[in-house]
């Protein structure tokens, strides 16, 4: 099976733009999580999907959103950015979707905001 | 809201077991605790996962007690390669869907 994978690797944006990034879960998989991964704050929780509804937030500002896809697929949008947003985001996903299930992580997009 | 301790870094040699404690109070207390590892400009790897007493698997043991309050991962006869950052997660008390990772141990494995 083709792993977790993450577009763009890579992304260059300016402070009050907004960014979408994308995740592509392991086939079959349905439930799909997003972190956020600085020097300064470790791995954060943002939020999980679950057969296209979020399940769970953690603890960030509205700018923070996603959604999936009826295919399982996810979405994350951060609008005005901020340069502390500056990140490595990384989305995982899981056959059930709770804190039991192995979660298998894509490579992460790095965002950098200037 | 769960909370997490791991220990900055650890150093050993080749060879070594090493083991690798995370402290954690306020987890779900139906939920396993999962520890990842994780190499630079890569997503975190499962590694295993436990509920409680012993678990084993081909590559790492993990051992919880009884209280559930810590979790020690023990990685035997480490090698180079296994040079990485080393993160506990935990479901948290009041919903066992918001994940909790630990700060991490990074593990630097000496010749």
């Known amino acids: 099976k083709a792993g977790v994978t993450q577009t763009p690797r890579y992304l260059i944006k300016t402070r009050g733009q907004q960014v979408t990034l994308s995740c592509s879960p392991i086939s079959g998989h349905r439930s799909v999580s997003w972190y956020q991964q600085t020097p300064g704050q470790g791995l954060q929780f943002l939020f999980e999907y679950f057969s296209e509804t979020q399940r769970n937030k953690g603890n960030f500002p509205g700018r923070f959103s996603g959604r999936q896809f009826s295919n399982s697929r996810s979405e994350m949008n951060v609008s005005t950015l901020e340069l502390g947003d500056s990140a490595l985001y990384l989305c995982?996903?899981?056959?059930?979707?709770?804190?039991?299930?192995?979660?298998?992580f894509g490579p992460g997009t790095r965002l950098t905001v200037t | 809201l769960a909370k997490t301790t791991q220990p900055i870094s650890m150093d050993s040699y080749e060879g070594q077991e090493v083991n690798i404690t995370c402290s954690h109070n306020?987890?779900?207390?139906?939920?396993?605790i999962t520890w990842y590892q994780q190499f630079p400009s890569q997503g975190p790897r499962f590694i295993i996962q436990g509920y409680k007493t012993k678990v084993t698997n081909e590559v790492a043991s993990l051992f919880i007690p009884a209280d559930r309050k810590s979790s020690t991962l023990s990685l035997p006869r480490v090698s180079l390669s296994d040079t990485a950052v080393y993160y506990c997660?935990?479901?948290?008390?009041?919903?066992?869907?918001?994940?909790?990772f630990g700060s991490g141990t990074r593990l630097l494995v000496r010749p």
């Open positions: 306020n987890i779900a207390t139906n939920d396993y």
């Open positions: 995982a996903s899981s056959e059930g979707g709770t804190g039991r299930d192995e979660q298998y």
């Open positions: 997660l935990v479901g948290d008390k009041g919903s066992s869907y918001k994940l909790i």
